[in-house]
Each structure stands twice: as structure tokens, then as C-alpha cells.
Nanobody, 120 residues
């Protein structure tokens, strides 16, 4: 089993910055990809950014150039630096890890979510 714990959410004015952090723990054999997703009421959860182990990050078009994802593979942590925040970035942000725990197959694991609110 994998547990993901997030931190760093809060309230910020438009144009400001926040950094989200996530740490994975448990009897993890391997994590392939870690990333961040976000969701607003009544909408589907959407990708923000992901980064494979040893690979290049992927960003949604809406955040590209403003957000930066970083990962420490050895420590099983991932962070998201959010700059030039806009009101439309307001959402619950979820940490994600695609991982395997023997003897179970690969699957996605999710954090509980952290609220980010951007005021205009």
C-alpha cells in the first residue's frame, strides 16, 4: 500500500506563488510516474503536471510556463512550484503516484487533496 501526504496549499493573491509538496510512503517496490492533478466542483479531475522516473516533465497547456514540477526519486517526493497564479487555478490539487506493491499489480495512488485558492 502507498500513502501520499500533501502540503503547501493555501490562499494567495493573483500573480503570487505557492509550492505544493508530496511525500509517498509505504511498502513501495517502485514508482514510475508522480504528478499533480486538480479538480473543481462538478468537473472532472484534470492533469496539471507529471514527471516519469528519469524522464522529462509533462505539463497541461494551461499551466505550461508558469508551473514547475520537481521530483526526488530516491526520497519518493514530488513538488509543484506555481508562479503567476490566476483565479482559474483555484482548485483542489491531488498528488498522484503510479506504483507497484508486491504482490499487487501496478496502479494509481492518490493523496487526499489540498485546497489552492487564488483571489482576484
Amino acid at each position: 500500500q502507498v500513502q501520499l501526504v500533501e502540503s503547501g496549499g493555501g490562499l494567495v493573491q493573483a500573480g503570487g506563488s505557492l509550492t505544493l509538496s508530496c511525500a509517498a510512503s509505504g511498502r513501495i517496490m517502485e514508482i514510475s510516474t508522480m504528478g499533480w492533478y486538480r479538480q473543481t466542483p462538478g468537473n472532472e479531475r484534470e492533469l496539471v503536471a507529471t514527471v516519469p522516473s528519469g524522464g522529462t516533465p509533462n505539463y497541461s497547456d494551461s499551466v505550461k510556463g508558469r508551473f514547475t514540477i520537481s521530483r526526488d526519486v530516491a526520497k519518493n517526493t514530488v513538488s509543484l512550484r506555481m508562479n503567476s497564479l490566476k483565479p482559474e487555478d483555484t482548485a483542489v490539487y491531488f498528488c498522484n503516484a503510479h506504483a507497484v506493491v508486491i504482490p499487487f499489480p501496478w496502479k494509481d495512488y492518490w493523496g487526499q487533496g489540498t485546497q489552492v485558492t487564488v483571489s482576484s
